[in-house]
C-alpha cells in the first residue's frame, strides 16, 4: 500500500535517509583520507591504502542500499531492484570482510610493530575466508527464505565468529601493547592505546545498532 512518502513502510522509512546520510559521510571519509595520504605520501604504508578500499567500498555499499529504497519506494516491487540488491550485500560482505581483516593485522602489529605475519598469515586469511563464505550465506538466505528458522541457522554460526574475532582482536592488541610498553615506546604505545579505545566504542556502538535492527526488523508489527 502506498503511502503520504511513497511504498515504503514505517520501518524501512527511516533506512531511506540513513543510507543516503551515510553515502555524504564515506564520502567525505574519502575525500579526507585522500588528502591525509597526499600529505605523507612519502612515509605511506602498504595497509593504508587497504583502508582507502574500505572506505570506497562502504561509500559504493551505502550509495546501492539507497538505490534499493529508493526504486523501492516509488515503485514498490521488488522484482525490478533485485539485481541492486545482490550487488548491495556482496559489496557489504565484501567491506566487511576486509574491514575485520584489517583490523585484525593492525591488532597483530603488522605495518606497525612487525613487519610480517609470518605463521600467522594462514590463520587470518582463514577466518577471512570463512566469514565472507557465511556472510555470503546469510545474505542469502535472508534475500531468498521467508522462513526465520532458516536464516537463524545461519545468523547464530556468524555471530558466534564475530564474536570469536572480535576476542581476537582484543587479545591481540593486549598482547602488542604489553610488547610496546616492554619496550618503552610511547608514541605507538599512545597510537595503539587510542585504537582500542576506538574500537571499544565501536563494537558497544555496532552492537546497540544490532539490538535496535533486530527490535525494528524482527519484532515489529508493521
Not at 74 to 91: F, K, P, Q, S, W
Amino acid at each position: 500500500m502506498k503511502g503520504p512518502h511513497g511504498y515504503l513502510s514505517a520501518t524501512n522509512w527511516p533506512l531511506l535517509h540513513f543510507y543516503g546520510f551515510m553515502c555524504f559521510v564515506y564520502i567525505f571519509f574519502g575525500l579526507t583520507w585522500l588528502v591525509l595520504l597526499f600529505m605523507q605520501w612519502r612515509d605511506l604504508l602498504q595497509i593504508q591504502f587497504w583502508i582507502g578500499a574500505v572506505i570506497l567500498l562502504g561509500m559504493v555499499e551505502k550509495a546501492a542500499f539507497y538505490a534499493e529504497y529508493h526504486e523501492l519506494n516509488l515503485t514498490g516491487h521488488l522484482d525490478n531492484i533485485y539485481g541492486v540488491m545482490t550487488m548491495a550485500e556482496v559489496i557489504s560482505c565484501l567491506k566487511r570482510t576486509l574491514a575485520r581483516t584489517l583490523v585484525i593485522i593492525v591488532s597483530l602489529g603488522f605495518g606497525i610493530v612487525k613487519p610480517r605475519l609470518g605463521p600467522l598469515l594462514p590463520k587470518v586469511l582463514g577466518v577471512s575466508s570463512l566469514y565472507l563464505v557465511m556472510s555470503l550465506m546469510e545474505s542469502y538466505f535472508r534475500l531468498s527464505s521467508n522462513m526465520s528458522a532458516e536464516i537463524l541457522l545461519v545468523e547464530l554460526p556468524l555471530a558466534a565468529l564475530d564474536s570469536g574475532i572480535v576476542c581476537w582482536i582484543f587479545a591481540a592488541l593486549t598482547q602488542t601493547t604489553r610488547a610496546l610498553r616492554l619496550r618503552r615506546n610511547a608514541v605507538k604505545l599512545q597510537l595503539y592505546t587510542h585504537f582500542t579505545n576506538v574500537l571499544g566504542f565501536t563494537v558497544m556502538t555496532s552492537t546497540l545498532f544490532m539490538l535496535y535492527s533486530i527490535k525494528t526488523q524482527r519484532l515489529s508489527d508493521c
